[in-house]
């Protein structure tokens, strides 16, 4: 079987050689335009004066459009219709494109670009979350509130109680592939266009809207992206649309891709959320009661912000029990970049704060908080439920997180943490295991849909196709393992080719993890279906049943014939045999409510736990990662090496954010952290100095592709290990719980530790 | 002007512009796309590349700058069969989106002359002992390239295969 | 980019001739200055490439003991060629950056920038050494003029820089991650006739010098001399990576270390 193999990406040798092309790298016909964005520069305001002679006049200017030369929708939003393209009178944030410039190079419509005169009418901004409460600033009417018994009443009645409030950063992608797409017309005024998107369908039908074409129209590929992590969700959608006006007003090809900063400066990143928590508990530390209040910086447009901020308050729960509890989420509109989705998707902001809860817990009461976590955790009986309803069936947690801390020599490593701390005066070392629970599935629940179009070729070569589109997690080679599986056959037969909205429509991002599940599922159905053609076709001749029929190692078997896969194919093509077929998958079993906060959003749970030890430099607030253990969950591995890639890489990104990637506004909103020479994101020398990372070996119980579980957002939950452990080694620094916020930047270490002191910075 | 770059062996007689950074040069005037666009502030590594041997973030210097030197892509590595580094990259996963990759293999290429030639780095305890190849010490000499998918446990083993495979 | 014409003379008389031009700008390795010319923050009408005059690279050690250093000298050559002479300076250039900046970037073109949150300008005034232009001779103590001020004029170009070799030295930095810059950066040098402490990134001054702590040390070189001195919080960079509070700290801090590793 080809699946449960560990083999590399399906364009490793193209990686390795720079073969491999992104959409900046395909030729570009003679004649391209390439185009630049004119951006706001202030916050908020009406826009009262547009000059653009000198853009217009300016070296290699074809054109320059504002929102009054747009012919058709004036909308790059996901869905609500509130993002334009260009400003059409007022802006909302500092880097919001106002006019857009076609020239004949890259270089001459940037530099077009700065010439524009814009002048404003300046309205208040809101920057902040405070701001953005006081002035009742948001999406929705008001708050969500999703509850579960009396959590104020168990609280009350709790023998213990405790409050805190963490600030929690946003996170840049930082893709290093930045934003890019290229729009090709063709006759009748249809247009192909390559984007670098995780969504060619969203793409598509923001482009149709754009031309004021049907969908039909608009034909969307893409071969791969330089990463995503979610940045090209929705992201991508200015550049496409702006490509594909562009070729319609000057008939020409048209590519744009931002630059660093610019990218920095227009995108959405991951929201930034502040969350208050009240719980009571018990002397063991088990949750009676919770409350959880989450205001959430969503900036100026909706964009994805409501799934992302329903999705923090799925996670409020974590891998942990909640008898009474009320989560209050507010998704506050302010003017800055349109936060949007990032891997975990709201997740790890609802989990980082549980965790927070039962460490500040441990601490009131001087227990491992491991033995807190464990108080709390799902039992495995399947006889809880989660706060909006959803019955815990799955649930290992409590069996993996033992089998961590006894793997990682957990218990005797905190001794040695606490020895060490004894007698070090200035570095102080600290530990923590946190597990990980995240729900699978879109919680829009009809995105839970996949297609597939899978060919096989006279000679015997397998042609692939589906919805789901590569980023590097690998998605390719999975999927076309399974294919290769399905047949029997070796994988160099499968070719994997573009994703296209001409082969396979109406497809969903690829997002939520959902790549392999919902891909691999409509995949495996188009291939079962030509090969129970094939079957049926053997059947008949040799007088057996289809399922006597056997496709293994390149060769079909019936009866006592054998034959090459070749030679079946050849047969199947001469008696006329359709040898195309699409495949289907939707997810089953799913209901949700999300006003009520109600249902089964998820078709089943990931689990995982991580380990992590650190080292403080109580002097300058340096900290570095000793050491991380992560044993995760991913059911039946469809491909260890590419799942651990997963897991080592959504770990490093995860720590990042909680440690040195730290994103600043000034207080004119604009973005100060605009490149790499002021934004950090993990290097070579940040990851964990000793780093095991093993896969739990038992298959998912949901039936999914081959029993295996997603893999994509899951394990970016483990760098919440690092923040505990830094807590925990604030804490042995002096009485109190140190209370970190994300990011715990060098700077905040050392005042947290000062403040253990009693010395203030 | 008119500048002659020597790329992978071959002499190209061009007439550029004396803005256009080395990168630019490589990707749109000789339309090797091998070399990546990142961040174009020196910052990522994406474009890293070997000048005479030695490798430099192209975006961080001028075409106009390098007449007459020898430059060497992604694309002149490996040309004629694939490098044990370029193996070992596949061998260990050192990608995963693989748009940071010909910087790293390139980085990598110009790191282990480097080491051959006895340059140090800051994390070697003694400066003028013959730096060992411990894991602070690789992530040290590539902490240039920037890996967003973060595969640095892929990147380092596979350094340190063919690192070993040539010693 | 704004245009500009560009020079690549490969004699130190045709640079200075080249330089003699309206709005001409000295080029080093680029490594400050190009990313400087790509924000349009620079705007000079002709590059002048230092790169291809050998007489302006090396090192060598000077019958008096110094150690000099070519201006159009790599951070990787100081890195390597430097550290049997002496090892701070050594290991300060073999940590500026990454490997890629150090491949291109010149110490010349580091003193001559004079970015408040370079290397060099700490090692080049904790060590008291002498720039040498094609026009003067200038003391570490009058060559830094504040943040990316200088004593050179129009045009000057640093030949070379001379080192006295310290009897110990050590260069303590703590890196803004991102940017791999000082956040602080703190040299000290110990001579027969006393301390020099050279502090860079923490000011808004640019480089300094910490004179109490001088005194301290030159009685005792020891972490421990430095007591209670700190450094005012008051004239120190405040930015998004630091607030002027944690670079005093870090100026305390990091002396104390430099001594001790010296010592």
């Known amino acids: 079987m080809t699946v449960a193999k560990p083999l590399p990406h399906d364009a490793a040798l193209l990686h390795v050689t720079g073969q491999a092309r992104y959409v900046d790298d395909i030729p570009a016909p003679v004649g391209t335009l390439h185009l630049a964005f004119g951006l706001s520069a202030v916050a908020h305001g009406r826009i009262t004066g547009m000059d653009l002679d000198a853009v217009r006049a300016a070296p290699g200017v074809v054109a320059v459009l504002t929102a009054e030369d747009l012919p058709f929708a004036n909308d790059v939003s996901p869905g609500a219709h509130d993002e334009p393209l260009l400003a059409d009178g007022t802006v909302h944030y500092v880097g919001q494109p106002i006019f857009l410039v076609v020239a004949e ?41 999703w509850s579960r018994g009396d959590a104020a009443a168990a609280i009350a009645i709790a023998p213990r109680m405790i409050e805190g409030t963490m600030e929690i950063g946003g996170q840049e992608h930082f893709y290093l592939e930045g934003q890019a797409a290229f729009a090709l017309p063709q006759e009748n005024g249809d247009v192909v266009v390559q984007s670098s998107t995780q969504h060619p369908t969203e793409i598509q039908h923001k482009v149709a809207e754009a031309l004021g074409l049907p969908m039909s129209g608009v034909r969307v590929e893409v071969r791969r992206m330089g990463g995503g992590f979610g940045g090209k969700e929705s992201q991508g959608n200015a550049l496409a649309v702006a490509c594909a006006v562009a070729a319609r007003a000057t008939g020409r090809p048209c590519k744009m891709r931002y630059d660093r900063d610019d990218d920095m400066v227009i995108t959405g990143k991951r929201h930034d959320f502040r969350i208050s928590y009240r719980v009571g508990y018990d002397d063991q530390g088990r949750v009676q009661g919770i409350e959880f209040l989450h205001l959430v910086r969503c900036g100026w447009a909706m964009d994805l912000s409501l799934p992302v901020a329903d999705r923090a308050m799925l996670h409020a729960d974590n891998a942990y029990f909640l008898p009474h509890v009320r989560i209050e989420s507010h998704r506050l509109r302010t003017n800055t970049q349109s936060a949007t989705a990032f891997r975990g998707f709201g997740g790890p902001q609802g989990i980082v704060a549980v965790e927070r809860v039962m460490d500040h817990i441990a601490h009131t009461l001087n227990r491992d908080p491991l033995e807190v976590r464990q108080a709390n955790f799902y039992a495995p009986d399947g006889s809880q439920s989660t706060p909006y309803g959803m019955r815990v069936t799955d649930s290992i947690i409590g069996d993996l997180a033992a089998r961590l801390a006894e793997t990682s020599d957990y218990h005797a490593r905190r001794r040695a943490v606490a020895e060490w701390n004894a007698t070090n005066p200035v570095l102080k070392k600290g530990i923590a295991l946190t597990p990980v629970k995240f729900g699978i599935s879109f919680t829009l629940s009809h995105l839970n849909q996949a297609g597939a179009l899978v060919h096989v070729y006279q000679d015997g070569s397998i042609h692939l196709n589906h919805g789901g589109t590569e980023m590097g997690q690998g998605l390719f080679q999975k999927v076309a393992q399974v294919a290769a599986a399905g047949f029997g056959v070796d994988i160099s037969r499968v070719r994997i080719s573009a994703t296209d909205t001409g082969k396979v429509p109406n497809t969903s991002a690829t997002a939520a993890s959902s790549g392999s599940d919902l891909n691999g599922m409509a995949v495996k159905a188009a291939v079962d279906t030509i090969r129970q053609r094939l079957a049926e076709m053997l059947a008949q001749e040799h007088q057996c049943a289809p399922a006597d029929v056997h496709f293994a190692d390149d060769r079909v078997t019936v009866g006592g014939a054998d034959y090459t896969f070749e030679e079946v194919i050849h047969r199947a093509y001469t008696q006329r045999i359709s040898l195309s077929a699409t495949g289907f998958y939707k997810t089953p079993d799913l209901s949700w409510d999300r006003i009520k906060g109600q249902g089964r959003p998820f078709f089943y749970f990931a689990y995982g736990a991580a380990v992590s030890e650190v080292v403080l430099d109580t002097l300058t607030g340096e900290s570095r990662i000793l050491r991380t253990d992560i044993l995760h969950d991913v059911g039946a591995s469809l491909n260890p090496a590419l799942d651990i890639g997963q897991v080592e890489g959504g770990f490093v990104q995860g720590a990042g954010w909680l440690t040195t990637e730290e994103l600043v506004w000034d207080d004119k909103g604009r973005l100060r952290t605009h490149a790499p020479s002021t934004y950090k994101i993990p290097a070579c020398g940040d990851r964990p100095r000793v780093f095991n990372v093993a896969l739990w070996d038992g298959p998912n119980r949901a039936d999914t592709i081959y029993k295996s579980k997603a893999v994509g957002e899951p394990p970016f939950m483990h760098g919440i290990s690092v923040l505990m452990a830094l807590s925990d080694a604030v804490a042995a620094c002096g009485p109190d719980y140190p209370a970190l916020d994300g990011p715990a930047t060098a700077e905040r270490l050392l005042r947290a530790v000062r403040r253990q002191v009693g010395h203030e910075l | ?100 990759t010909p910087g790293q293999i390139c980085s990598a290429v110009g790191m282990a002359e480097e080491l051959r030639q006895g340059w140090p780095s800051h994390v070697t305890d003694d400066l003028t002992a013959d730096p060992e190849l411990t894991r602070d010490e690789i992530a040290e000499r590539m902490s240039g390239n920037l890996c967003r998918c973060s595969c640095y446990p892929g990147i380092v083993n596979a350094i340190r295969q063919s690192l070993g495979e040539q010693a | 980019m704004y245009n500009f014409d560009f020079a690549r003379p490969d004699t130190l008389q045709d640079a200075q001739a080249a330089l003699r031009a309206d709005d001409a700008q000295a080029l080093g390795g680029g490594q400050t200055l190009i990313p400087t010319l790509k924000q349009r923050l620079a705007a000079p009408a002709i590059l002048v490439s230092l790169t291809a005059i050998p007489e302006l690279k090396g090192i ?103 080192f006295p070799v310290p009897q110990a030295a050590n260069y303590q930095k703590f890196v803004q991650p991102a940017s791999r810059f000082a956040l602080v950066g703190v040299f000290v040098a110990r001579f027969a006739h006393g301390v020099r402490v050279a502090v860079t990134g923490a000011s808004e001054g640019g480089v300094f010098r910490w004179h109490k702590a001088e005194a301290a040390l030159g009685d005792d070189f020891r972490a421990e001399a430095l007591g209670d001195l700190a450094v005012e919080a008051d004239g120190m960079i405040g930015d998004l990576h630091g607030t002027p509070e944690y670079r005093a700290h870090l100026v305390r801090v990091l002396t104390g270390r430099a001594v001790t590793a010296a010592a």
């Open chain 1, 105 to 145: 190079t890259h270089l001459a419509a940037r530099k077009a670009a700065r010439l524009g005169r814009i002048t404003y009418e300046e309205l208040p901004a809101l920057l902040t979350i405070d701001q953005a409460l006081a002035a009742d600033s948001r999406f929705e009417s008001g708050p969500r509130i």
């Open chain 3, 60 to 162: 060598c050690l000077a019958d008096d003991g110094r150690l000099c250093i070519g201006g159009a000298t790599t951070h990787a050559t100081v890195a390597r060629e430097a550290a049997a002479h002496y090892p701070a300076l050594a290991q300060l250039a073999g940590n500026i950056g990454d490997p890629a900046v150090r491949n291109r970037g010149t110490i010349g073109g580091s003193l001559a920038n004079n970015d408040p949150s370079a290397c060099y300008p700490a090692a080049v005034l904790a060590s008291g050494a002498t720039v040498i232009t094609d026009r003067q001779e200038v003391a570490a103590d009058d060559y830094f003029q504040g943040m990316f001020a200088t004593a050179l004029g129009e045009g000057e170009i640093i030949t070379e820089v001379r």
């Open chain 2, 1 to 100: 002007m008119n500048i002659t770059l020597r790329v992978n062996g071959e002499s190209h007689d061009l007439d550029l512009d004396p803005r256009v950074s080395l990168l630019d040069a490589l990707r749109h005037h000789l339309h090797l796309t091998g070399t990546k666009k990142g961040c174009d502030h020196g910052q990522c590594g994406a474009c890293t590349v070997l000048l005479n041997g030695r490798r430099i973030n192209a975006c961080l210097t001028l075409a106009c700058m390098h007449d007459g030197d020898d430059i060497t892509t992604i694309e002149g590595i490996g040309a004629d069969g694939l490098t044990p580094l370029q193996q070992a990259f596949i061998e260990h996963d050192g990608f995963q989106c693989g748009y940071c």
